[in-house]
């Protein structure tokens, strides 16, 4: 008996020594040590040193098997949101080919701060957005949802992230829940906004598939964008409350926010005759009846101005495009040297300069105001709009495409970018001859037409009554030879901007197009009244000359509002 105990205590003793040989060619490392807090999604890392080949490594929760893993790198995911605040032992265990086996225990603690209410979680992750930290605003949004779930500021942080991440399904899916709680959510309707064009610009810029139905995905994606970004800025107007004289002025802001110049016209107009030296005033009613071409009210308003003395540098920058419209441009250069003198570091004034270096077509000049605006105001659509058109004109054409996505991604409601982008791909469709295009390069003229068409009635959508885009499109109708619809076109555009001598131009194209000669004379009359330095005297065009002119000479000026 004593003999058969002795044997027994040898075995053990033999079994254990072989277990400690076994394991003793093992290592076993964690990036994470022990007594270390962790939070949020955690990631272990783990590293097994071996001399045989490791087979695969398993992860503990306590006595829990949670992953397994046979391939490097052995990466380990834990939620510790799904764990309770406290105490956590972890457990990694490694396995070789030879049956050798060992394991690497820690003593964790989880703290997500779950002690502290959501409202702080959620200002910690604005602050990790502030800053790019994609992963931390994800991780303090998800916090606070788990102690308020259903929480709205912290599904928009966690849509803002995925959105900063690219992870736009997941961006989509938590400005919904939003909008599914709280429909008139502004934030949430603006980000889904950027979510669907992001993933429309994601896919033309792919280029793959049938071309034709890609651009139906960004046209789509162009109008329910500008949908949503309308209803942010109706729905502000909405809410204003009751207009008083003490609140005018910032009601005239939101109205002209949301394009919606006459409503802005028809509130500054009695603040103006009542007192002519606001500059204030005066430079926001002018502003919005030179977005709405009401050119005669604006010299009206313009010379009731100067008599008051009291034009600032803003009003200056007015004074030096209305002056280049009207073809004095000895006086634009004054004006716009006493802009710059009186505020040059006003946007308003920097935006205008821009715009009158296009409008004269300094290309240098331009470049050179835009690379400067782009330093400080870099994110504002006017800037971005710029910024593409003259990269484009530079020939840079793949930074003026991304400048483009930035602008309307930054505003999708900013009409003059999407007519810019028209009459680029209406520029391109251009390039050749038609009598001896093969048909590949007939295919792709089709399809630049439709491009631009697309972006014309993405400008419609974001404002119905733009005539520049009902101009623009009524050309493209032209020169793709739909005479009548042409004319009704152009038609509505005069109807909509009375006084756009790029309107009548097209008026009078289109009658001439469609043999009505006198009425085409009478229009070109209208359009020499309008633009007498470009236009006085000249004969009925054809469909391109009399789009040259409106790619030229039809922008209206966009520059950044007054303050």
Known sequence: MIRAFIVKLLACVWASTLVGMASAGITVNVDVKDGESIAGEKTFK???????????????????????????????????????????????????????????????????????????????????????????????????????????????????????????????????DVLASEANNATARDLLAAINLQKAFNTFSRGTGDRDATLKVIGDALKEAVKNRKAVLEAQLDSFGAVTDANRLQYADLAIRAQRYSLAIDQLLPLFRKDTRQPDVANRLLYAQMRTARMRDAFVTLQEYLKGNMVDGYGSALVAILNLQAGDAQKSLDAEKEALLSDPESLGVRTAQAYLALKRGATGALSKIAGQLEQTEGQRPEVLYYLSTVNYQ????????????????????????????????????????????????????????????????????????????????????????????????????????????????????ALGETNKGSEGMAAMTNAGKWDQPNLQGMAIPKPVEAWRYFARHGRTPLIAPPK
């Open 46 to 176: 783990v590293t097994v040193i071996s001399d045989n080949l490791v087979t695969k490594v398993e992860f503990y929760v306590g006595d829990d098997l949670r992953a397994e893993d046979d391939s490097t790198p052995y990466e380990f995911k834990l939620d510790t949101l799904a764990e309770k605040e406290g105490d956590l032992k972890v457990r990694f265990v490694a396995y070789t080919s030879e049956a050798e086996s060992a394991a690497k225990t820690l003593n964790l603690k989880v703290e997500n701060g779950l002690g502290k209410d959501a409202d702080w979680h959620v200002d910690r992750g604005r602050e990790a957005l502030a800053e790019s930290k994609w992963d931390d605003a994800i991780r303090s949004a998800r916090t606070a949802l788990k102690i308020k779930p259903g929480f709205n500021p912290a599904r928009l942080v966690m849509a803002r992230a995925y959105l900063g991440k690219s992870v736009l399904d997941q961006a989509q899916k938590f400005a919904e």
């Open 394 to 509: 530079l020939g840079n054409l793949d930074e003026a495409a991304r400048l483009f996505q930035r602008c309307v991604l930054a505003d999708p409601v900013c009409y003059d970018m999407y007519i810019e982008r028209a009459n680029e791909a209406i520029a391109v469709s251009l390039r050749g001859t038609p009598e001896t295009d093969d048909e590949a390069r007939k295919a792709d003229r089709k399809y630049q037409q439709k491009v631009a068409r697309s972006f014309f009635e993405a400008a419609l959508e974001a404002r119905p009554e733009s005539f520049e885009a009902l101009t623009g499109i009524a050309l493209l109708t032209l020169v793709e030879g739909n005479k009548p619809e042409g004319l009704r076109l152009a038609q509505t555009a005069v109807k909509a901007g009375p006084e756009y001598a790029a309107g009548w131009y097209a008026l009078a194209c």
